[in-house]
């Protein structure tokens, strides 16, 4: 008796996982946004962040479908010829991905929120979207990584023909974001060194660009009181943070424990008022942990898990080394994020803007993922049958 699903079976059950997630997404940005002061009014539509998300939600569930159905295989370099870079999708959001992230490093382009400078603005019309260029190139290095990674084959072991060129955009794509962005720098330097670990590359190669990690890495924590600040409260927490730079982990932690087993019901916390700051983005899950407590928290960290099963069974059906690679830095790529999410909000680890991926508000993130789990999907439809 066959008791593992079929190819098409794993394809559609890991859309339909997607779009699960996603639900529960809208479902608690909704919740968190929830006003009692306040009075809609329905010809501002957009400006409100639950009626947004609720819009971004439908819009990812095609961004998820459609992606299944795309041929991954049109993004892999066939050779390391000019015509087959000149017509691979990767290479253009890598160089737009460049761009974006520098356009939004100049004042007058680049939006400063909570004294960040991280989005642009595009006007259509009567609203603005948002748009995170660091998002796009944490998804285009993992595309780009597995594509140059295979098409280079045993060149990759060489240090100066491929260890060096791929690390060194890895490392540009880094030090871009690390001005504005400190915690998604440092995902995009763990992701895109990983998948290129995995992929092939000597082990002792990665020891020669470790100490200018380091360096960098600490200056741009030295160099920040506020970074200082969170570490320091990260380290010795206690009443003298409790109002400053440990409020919000404080906050997060009151919500998560105050859930209990069962949680105070969908709607009925009371944290998202006022209290918990961020509680639609990267503090979304102390908002479910309140609401749906313990049992609500281990479902969803459940269909997390199952997430990684499933990319494990497409990672070892897949019957291309572009798939398998891009499959398990897919994978990687979100559940890396959810559980540093995780332990962010459990203050495991310092608090850094770090999304719970296909939960918290935004919708770069969340189209984003939603095409990463569809090309995941993808790989499955086209994979041999075992």
Not at 39 to 58: A, I, K, N, V, W
Not at 234 to 263: C, E, H, M, N, W
Request: glycine letters at 8%; hydrophobic letters at 55%.
């Amino acid at each position: 008796m066959k008791i593992i699903p079929d190819n098409q079976t794993i394809a559609n059950i890991t859309v339909c996982l997607a779009v699960t997630l996603m639900a529960i997404g809208a479902i608690f940005v909704f919740s968190a946004s929830a006003r009692i002061d306040v009075e809609y009014d329905l010809t501002r539509f957009y400006s409100y962040p639950e009626f947004r998300q609720t819009l971004f939600f439908l819009a990812a569930i095609l961004f998820a479908v459609g992606f299944s159905l795309f041929d991954y295989r049109k993004l892999a370099l066939s050779d390391n010829t000019l015509a087959s870079w000149a017509k691979n999708p990767t290479v253009y959001l890598v160089g737009i991905s460049l761009v974006l992230i520098i356009a939004v490093l100049i004042p007058g382009i680049g939006v400063e929120i909570n004294n960040a400078r991280r989005w642009l603005r595009i006007p259509l019309g009567p609203v603005e979207i948002s748009f995170q260029p660091s998002e796009l190139a944490k998804w285009s290095l993992v595309l780009f990584v597995p594509a140059v990674s295979v098409m280079l084959g045993e060149k990759l072991k060489d240090f100066l023909k491929g260890f060096v060129p791929i690390c060194s955009l890895i490392g540009v794509m880094a030090v871009l974001i690390l001005i504005q962005d400190f915690g998604t720098a440092v995902f995009v330097t763990f992701v895109g060194l990983v998948i290129l670990f995995v992929a092939g590359g000597k082990w002792w190669h990665f020891l020669t660009p470790l100490p200018v990690l380091v360096i960098v890495f600490a200056l741009a924590i030295f160099s920040s009181p506020e970074r200082i600040e969170r570490i320091k409260s990260f380290i010795r927490p206690g009443d003298s943070t409790a109002q400053t730079s440990g409020y919000q982990i404080k906050q997060s932690l009151i919500a998560v424990s105050t859930g209990g087993i069962l949680g105070k019901g969908l709607g009925s916390g009371v944290s998202k008022y006022g209290h918990l700051p961020e509680d639609t983005t990267d503090f979304i899950f102390a908002i479910i942990a309140e609401e749906l407590g313990f049992v609500g928290v281990c479902f969803l960290i459940l269909l997390f898990s199952l997430f990684i099963v499933l990319g494990i069974i497409i990672i070892r059906r897949c019957n291309d080394d572009f798939g398998k690679l891009l499959a398990f830095g897919i994978v990687l790529s979100i559940t890396a994020q959810a559980a540093m999410n995780l332990g962010v909000v459990t203050r495991l680890l310092p608090t850094k803007g770090i999304a719970l991926p296909f939960i918290s508000a935004g919708g770069t993130h969340l189209f984003l993922t939603a095409a990463a789990a569809g090309i995941l999907a993808a790989i499955a439809r086209r994979s041999e049958a075992v």
